[in-house]
């Protein structure tokens, strides 16, 4: 009786078809590899939920560098929120490799890149990437990070590695910054500011702290001052890079007693 080899899921997610479909087939070939390819962000969502909701876990998961474009805050607690499926929705891969990394963790994710970019490298792994691949290497390298990063090995080019290490230095630096920033906050400073994060206008923060628009708009020209920003958008940045979340918008109950502050 043969001994059965655990198989290895892999899902390849790139917009160029004739790449994907080659690059599916390539390690379709070996006996131990599983794959499947998608198209988009919205697809690559689909085809993991539907992997979870069957009990067949995707085991990797291969994310070209270049796919789409910014579609928004990556920070979601689900795939499906993460990843836009509006029929037009795009996602570039950075923000795919973060969004799977909080729904399904336990996908070790490897970006595809045309060409060595330590900066993006650095938010790639960021995000929750194991792993930055040329996509001209060969395929036994490709086999060797896939089995890799399922022992919890990252994977870089050497040629990265100085560049990356700075990034990441320069990174942590400005996380420290801006964390030393949020925390000059007041704790109605901070509800307001996570409500920035979510997305939301000074007419829906009045409403959810149940607060006049006027005050609301003290708090966030408050906020903007204390983090030293002229903008929203910079100051959600600034809280992002904190590690500031978003204010839960679902499934809230709120008491309406007690001072309006």
Sequence with gaps: ????????????????????ESLAAALAAEPDVDVSAAGSGPAAARCLERAVAEGRRYDVMLVDADLGTVAGPAASLTVAQAVP??????????????????????????????????????????????????KDCSLQRLLAVIRGVLRDETHLPPALLTGVLRE?????????????????????????????????????????????????????????????????LAAVALARRAGVGPAELAGDVVERGGQLA
């Design 85 to 134: 499926d509006d029929g037009e929705g795009v996602v570039d891969g950075i923000s795919l490799v973060a969004g799977v990394r909080l729904s399904q963790p336990s996908v070790r994710t490897v970006v595809l890149a045309e060409k060595d970019d330590p900066h993006r490298a650095a938010l790639a792994l960021q995000a929750g990437a194991s792993g930055w691949v040329a």
């Design 168 to 232: 990441l230095t320069a990174a942590r630096k400005h996380r420290t910054e801006s964390e030393q920033l949020v925390e000059s906050l007041t704790p109605r400073e901070c509800e307001v500011l996570r409500c920035m994060v979510a997305g939301l206008g000074r007419k829906a923060v009045a409403e959810r702290l149940f607060l006049s628009p006027h005050t609301v708009r003290t708090h966030m020209q408050n906020v903007l001052g204390k983090l030293g920003v002229h903008s929203t």
């Design 1 to 20: 009786m043969g001994v059965s080899v655990a198989r290895i899921r892999v899902l390849v997610v790139d917009d160029h078809r004739i790449f994907a």
